[in-house]
């Protein structure tokens, strides 16, 4: 074993050097393969140069296909000017960087400009997006937002925008409940646009965004005190104080409670009128029963004077009645609620404004109180405040003073104004009368270098409040406070109040619309509730003062007007001091005079003048009926009088008004008949005038003789016979010496040369003549008053040679309607009537011939009708008239104008029996006109008169025979 035999050694050496060979060439293989991949080919000279593998084979023919649809660009949208559409910037508002969602935004306002319809079709889009945006982290992207939202709310109204509001209030609640300050501060801006435009949406989202409010300056207490009193340290929320905002904590509070003051005015706004209990409102027209705040409302009653001055039909009055019925329960469902639910539940029910209040008044009081203590707040004195506390007092004045108006129904507010008195009377005296009244402190700045260079920043709080304004709401606020019952208990802390708005309105500053209102209410409060007639007196002469100022502007005029108005109607029974007041008195002794000097400079202040005395009038007021009696005659005067110059609804009104005057003298009656012909107020208002005058004459009921009648009987029958005339004496006389060309006549066919007058006016005048008619026609006695009827026509009338055309008619018609068979007129008032007749029967021929025919045919028909109803009532007056038609003096133009008139009468069937009793006068007529037509062929016009003669007397009447002692 150990020596190994000779052959093994061979195999052995030989399999050694076998695995050598092996080994060397495999790695001589490895590296030639190596080589063979990286070998150069070799190129020969002369031949052609070998096809890599890997070439292309051109040899094909190839064909262009042309799709222009596709190389042209997308123009199906308006883009910008970097070629975005809308689409791409909306997405655009996703991107990670805040340059692109900033100029994403600066694009939307760049297209939505120039492209304004885009905004309707992708408005949900837009909204959604930019609301998304409200709490970037950027502020440049915040910033830009609010731009675009200020731009869009300019273009979109409410009503549009309405369905997307509530996306737009979850993000808004979002910033303002941001953890960022920075976020919070642009909520507010946010806030700021959508109060500017959409205040209604707004305050229909109050159960939110007021605990928002609270949340932004204030913070919820970790533990409840154990006594809730009613001062600011007892509340279950503390003022939040934040050092690391860029603003002080003051201003901070400022800002926020300036946009929660817009808030709550807008929620107060956007009640209706029938559920918002509102503050005492000077200006308000509305009247309420009792007096003061707590009465109750009056509709009005609109009542027509044509349907009821004649007694057709009753006048039913009930309880809440009128054009809207207010409907009044004692009986109210009371929400279930608990105290301090009003943060999270809205303001509904008094129940949730009282708990809001009580939440938000402490936090109020607490900031007040930190501003007034810090260095900057006040200085020594007390009364001098800084233009930052003063801004801060005001916002505070004004949330306390429209957390009252929050309430949803006015029965309420007298229980919400007991609350705030029971609980804050005293904290309020305590921290705000203390210094009243206020002043602004001026503090000197020093001017540094480059201040002048530089922009100052805005206040927080907007714009300084003056002084005025500061005080003016104090004393709004305080005098909510006082009560009725306890009026001389709160007499000591009014004092001040009292001398600061005396001395506001006697001073003879010009004060603003919105001023004087502010000084009115308080007026108005301390009025009602002192009960004093000491105090009445001196703050009525304060307002009094501020009343008699001259060039006073209209709403400035209006609100002093109102006040007075409205002390007088509604508290002028209800409360004695007003009743006994001598300077409402006088102010409404000085009313008619006011109104005849302001004539038609100002027809609505005219109006609520008007209103003021018509009431004052109705109760009889002595100082203002002799005031009135004193300047009726400028009131009344037909050229330049009130009641000539102003709208219809005023002339009314002063028409209305002679109903009250004490005494109608002859001067007056005057007037007012000429006021009725003028033309210058309505006919039927006209008539209503007439229709008073007869009640207060003493024949509406032949009482003659009445003590108590306004005007004498012969004062009266001079009125009537003057409107009935239509034109005074003066203008009649100067008729008889005008020109001859504007007449018609006279000549033998037309005895008085008639002044035609105007459509208007003849239609005018013949409907004022048709009431004159009716008032004679209601006397008792009705041969009498024909008798002074008679003898006024026959003295002013009958010399006449020149009459207007409407006068004609209009005596005419009131002679036929007052004739009676008992009557037997005289002989001069016969042929004047006779002429009267003949005169208008030719003009109403010559109207016939006028090119107007058709605009006069009102006036055809109305003269017509007169002259057939006298011919055919008036005994004699139709044989007067033939007897009048002298054919042989007539002119050759004149006899087709003659036998037209005979053919007329002779056609009407009401004058048929007339005629035939004349029929031996109207047969000479014929002959006459028959012997003056020469020529061998007759005329069409005599032809005509031929025809209807033969017919007329073809017929036989019964007791034709009779008339003829008669016509």
Known sequence: FLHESEENKKNRSYLSVSNKNW???????????????????????????PKPNNATDVNFKTRGIRLPEQLKSDKSGPTTRRQLSIKDLLSQLHHYSSGVKQEALAGLRELLTQSPGLLDAHLSSVLSEVAAVFTDKEPAVRAASVRLLGFVAQCVPAERLAPFFPLLSAHLSCAMTHIAEGIQQDALKILDVLLEHYPSLLAQRCSVLLKNFLELISQRRLWRPGQPGSSAAGGAWALAVNPGRKVTSQQWRLSVLSRLGQFLQAVVEERSVEEQAGPL??????????????????????????????????????????????????????????????????????EMVQG?????????????????????????????????????????????QLLRRLSPHRHHQDELDTWFRSTYLGDFKHHFMKNFPYSQLEVAKHKKKGDSKRSKPPAAGGPSVEPLALNLTLCQVMVTLTSGAEGRQDAEWLAPIRAFVRDSLSSGTRLSAKQLGGLLEVVWRLVMTQKSRAVTEELLQAVSVQYQQRNLSLPVRVLLLRFFSRLYLQEHEANAQVTRSKVLSRWLAALPLQLAQLGSKNPQLSARLLLTVQAAAARRNRELLLSLQTHACQLYDPEKGSVVLLPADSQQRL??????????????????SR????????????????????????????????????????????????????????????????????????????????????LDHFIHHWDVVEEVCHCLETVGSKSQCFDILQNAICKNLAGLQVLPDSTAAAVLRC????????????????????????????????????????DSAQKREAVWGTCLGALGSVPRLLRLVLQGLRVLELSEEELPLAAQLLALLLQHSQLRNHMLANSTLLQHIIQDLTRRCRGEAREQWLTDLLYCYSVTMSTQHRGAVGLQDMY
Request: glycine share 8%; with cysteine.
């Open 675 to 758: 006021c009725c012909t003028a033309g210058r107020v309505s006919a039927s208002l006209a008539a209503s005038l007439i229709r008073i005058l007869h009640i207060r004459s003493p024949l509406s009921g032949w009482a003659a003789g009445a003590p108590d009648s306004a005007l004498s009987d012969v004062d009266y029958f001079s009125f009537l016979f003057s409107t009935l005339t239509g034109f005074p004496r003066e203008e009649l006389a100067a008729l008889q010496t005008g020109s001859e060309e504007e007449l018609c006549g006279p000549s033998a066919l037309c005895p008085l040369s008639l002044y035609p007058t105007e």
């Open 23 to 49: 080994t060397a060439s495999a790695d001589m293989t490895k590296k030639r393969k190596r080589q063979d991949d990286f070998q150069k080919v070799k190129l020969k000279v002369g031949k052609k140069k």
């Open 356 to 400: 809001f209040a009580s939440t938000l008044v402490p936090l109020l009081l607490e900031v007040w109180v930190e501003a007034c203590t810090s260095g900057q707040g006040t200085s020594d004195s007390g009364h001098l405040l800084h233009p930052e506390a003063m801004a801060l007092m005001y916002q505070v004045l004004s949330i306390l």
């Open 655 to 672: 028409v209305q008004l002679v109903y009250f005057l004490p005494s109608l003298p002859a001067e007056l009656l005057s007037c007012l």
């Open 815 to 854: 002679v036929s309607r007052l004739l009676d068979l008992s009557v037997l007129p005289s002989e001069g008032l016969l042929r004047f009537l006779s002429s009267c007749c003949l005169s208008l029967l030719t003009l109403l021929l010559s109207l016939d011939h006028e090119l107007s025919a058709q």
């Open 281 to 350: 409102d000077v200006l308000d027209t509305g009247a309420r029963e009792g007096g003061g705040s707590g009465g109750k409302m009056i509709t009005p009653l609109e009542l027509t004077w044509e349907e009821h001055s004649f007694g057709r039909g009753g006048v039913q009055v009930y309880e809440n009645s009128g054009a809207h019925p207010t409907m009044r329960s004692a009986f109210q469902l009371r929400p279930d609620t608990e105290p301090g639910a009003g943060v999270e539940e809205g303001l509904d029910s008094a």
